[in-house]
């Protein structure tokens, strides 16, 4: 399978624990992103990678979210001392990013299952 | 924030009928794109229009673009029970390439 995965599928955790959410791209995409989906909402941007840079955070990505994509290939999102606000669906993205003269092209983003998150 | 705004919130249409969704966004975009979730598949890309480009087709999908307007229609041709899914427009504003989606339309399609 060549497509985005993401691991765990289901996260059960109690408040206050930390929790880390892996996500593997499709090998040749330089972007990865993270989005974060509630019940009857469409996914919200929280963050972004062109290969291992981290370009932008959304101001839904507080303090306690950190994500990191070492060597631009995997990539992890870490919440501390969870919240029950947490409680959501965490998706994973990746992309690819093409420069032609005078213009920047950018293609579809393909998603992962999503990882999803409830905090007792 | 979301910047999109898709209408209806809910369709329900019987197998064989066409579906049409509408979507209405903020600011200038560089390009809209449309995607089917569902519990199976999870969130899976359909079609993407760039912000030059007023309709595109892809099998039975039609998705045209009016940015004078700021709005989209997706229309799924001769539905199947299958479409039966939620269905999202999102815009790309910037160089991020990050996706803004709006709330979603859900299309229950009767057999």
């Known amino acids: 399978d060549t497509g985005v995965s993401q691991n765990p599928r289901h996260k059960i955790t109690k408040r206050g624990q930390n929790v880390t959410f892996r996500c593997d791209p499709i090998s040749e995409h330089n972007r990865l992103y993270w989005y974060r989906q509630t019940l009857g909402q469409g996914p919200e941007f929280l963050t972004y990678?062109?290969?291992?840079?981290?370009?932008?955070k959304s101001r839904l990505l507080s303090d306690r979210f950190s994500a990191e994509r070492p060597k631009g290939s995997f990539s992890t999102l870490e919440i501390q001392r969870t919240e029950q606000g947490d409680s959501a669906m965490y998706l994973c993205?990746?992309?690819?990013?093409?420069?032609?003269?005078?213009?920047?092209?950018?293609?579809?983003?393909?998603f992962g299952p999503g990882t999803r998150l409830t905090v007792t | 924030s979301q910047q999109g705004e898709e209408d209806p919130q809910a369709l329900s249409i019987q197998e064989g009928e066409n579906a049409t969704m509408n979507c209405s966004y903020k600011t200038s975009i560089n390009n809209l794109q449309w995607y089917r979730q569902n519990s199976g598949r999870g969130l899976v890309h359909l079609i993407l229009?760039?912000?030059?480009?007023r309709e595109k087709h892809s099998g039975r999908l039609r998705v045209t673009l009016d940015t004078s307007k700021k709005s989209s229609s997706l229309l799924i041709t001769a539905s199947r029970a299958a479409d039966t899914a939620s269905y999202f427009c999102a815009t790309v504003t910037g160089a991020n390439s990050k996706l803004t989606f709006g709330k979603g339309i859900t299309l229950s399609v009767r057999p």
């Open positions: 993205a990746s992309s690819t990013l093409r420069f032609r003269t005078g213009q920047v092209l950018t293609y579809e983003q393909y």
């Open positions: 229009i760039r912000s030059n480009e």
């Open positions: 990678f062109q290969n291992e840079a981290q370009l932008e």
